[in-house]
């Protein structure tokens, strides 16, 4: 059985896409410093699975003990998530960003190159588009200036692993191009936890809703938008996860020196109202908002043209908004009101 190294295995998307690993026949190994997750992660994993997953607790960054894990296994790829991605967080701690991605992922591709591992799938994020000019976004939509030193250290990420496959590396690479996560895993075992006060629109509907916010506030609604609230591409982080599956078996496949960028959504948009009017369908739960000045560094609009990975990968995004607002709400009243 193929063994594949999850970097941030125990994280958001990373656990949901251990789960899908298996379904497809691999073999995965987390490799997490659970600075942005949770032990009980590995115990959701379990209940799924029905048995246990490898995962040594380390730092990416430590080179010495990221070796240990090449070294006592024989691993076939890598899918790098490992990283800190609060875009606000970023914009205090900039040298803690930059050092934290940047390192972890020069850490991953010198082990690599030292033990003859040739596949990685990289976390990339379709924050490099920044506001783009034309929408729907393809890739080669051309990249802006980041909004964020998060942004930031995709984009030079990004740059990296094209400049080392251009070095005739022999290594074979794909860049995920995330839209907006959310949702969770259908049975409820599985879900995000963000840590303290949610950045991100979904879990703060969800904590809002079931009582441990007092109200939601929309970033602005004098947005030029149908409705006014900024519009987004949200995927169903099962879909994201087989997203993932799909680029290892493609890669397997390719000539050496390979390297390609794929955008990961569901293709349509949604604005924020229209997402808080969805879980309020789905949950039958009256939300309790209200409307707000604009959030500094959000874009307006911004959602993926997918003909690409429709095409070469042959995924499509399967689940619905209702879907992911739906798992999401499920996961939430698991979890309870307790923070
Ligand atoms: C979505 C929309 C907000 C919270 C970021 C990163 C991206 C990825 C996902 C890591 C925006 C609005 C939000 C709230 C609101 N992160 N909103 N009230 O900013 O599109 O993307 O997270 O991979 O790289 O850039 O996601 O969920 O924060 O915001 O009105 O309390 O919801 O203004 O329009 P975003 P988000």
Not at 186 to 211: K, M, R, W, Y
């Amino acid at each position: 059985m193929k063994k594949i190294l999850i970097t941030g295995g125990a994280g958001y998307i990373g656990s949901h896409t251990a789960v899908e690993l298996v379904n497809a026949g691999f073999e995965p190994i987390i490799l997490d410093n659970f600075s942005n997750s949770e032990k009980s992660t590995l115990s959701g994993l379990e209940e799924i699975l029905g048995r246990e997953i490898i995962c040594y607790e380390e730092d990416c960054n430590d080179r010495e003990a990221v070796e240990k894990v090449f070294k006592q296994n024989q691993i076939s790829g890598v899918i790098h998530f490992a990283a800190y991605k609060a875009v606000g967080e970023s914009t205090q701690l900039p040298l803690n960003y930059y050092k934290n991605n940047i390192d972890s992922l020069l850490v991953i591709l010198e082990c690599m190159s030292k033990y003859g591992v040739k596949d990685l799938v990289f976390s990339s994020s379709c924050t490099v588009y920044g506001q783009p000019d034309v929408l729907p976004v393809t890739e080669s939509t051309p990249r802006k200036d980041a909004e964020s030193p998060y942004g930031n250290t995709k984009k030079i990420c990004e740059d990296i692993l094209s400049d080392y496959v251009k070095s005739k590396a022999s290594v074979r690479i794909i860049s995920l191009r995330y839209f907006n996560p959310v949702g969770a895993h259908p049975s409820s075992a599985l879900g995000e936890l963000p840590l303290g006060t949610p950045n991100n629109l979904v879990p703060f509907i969800t904590q809002t809703a079931v009582g441990i916010r007092e109200k939601l506030t929309v970033f602005g609604d004098d947005y030029d938008t149908e409705d006014g609230s900024c519009v987004r591409d949200y995927i169903h982080v099962m879909d994201l996860a087989d997203a993932h599956v799909k680029s290892l078996e493609y890669l397997s496949k390719q000539e050496d020196h390979f390297y390609d960028i794929f955008n990961v959504g569901t293709g349509r948009g949604n604005t924020v109202l229209e997402v808080v009017q969805t879980f309020e369908r789905v949950s039958g739960k009256s939300l309790n908002y209200t409307i707000g000045p604009r959030r500094p560094g959000d874009v307006v609009k911004v959602w993926a043209d997918t003909s690409k990975i429709n095409n070469v990968l042959g995924w499509k995004a399967q689940y619905s908004l209702e879907d992911s607002l739906r798992d999401s709400w499920n996961w939430q009243l698991k979890l309870g009101a307790v923070v």
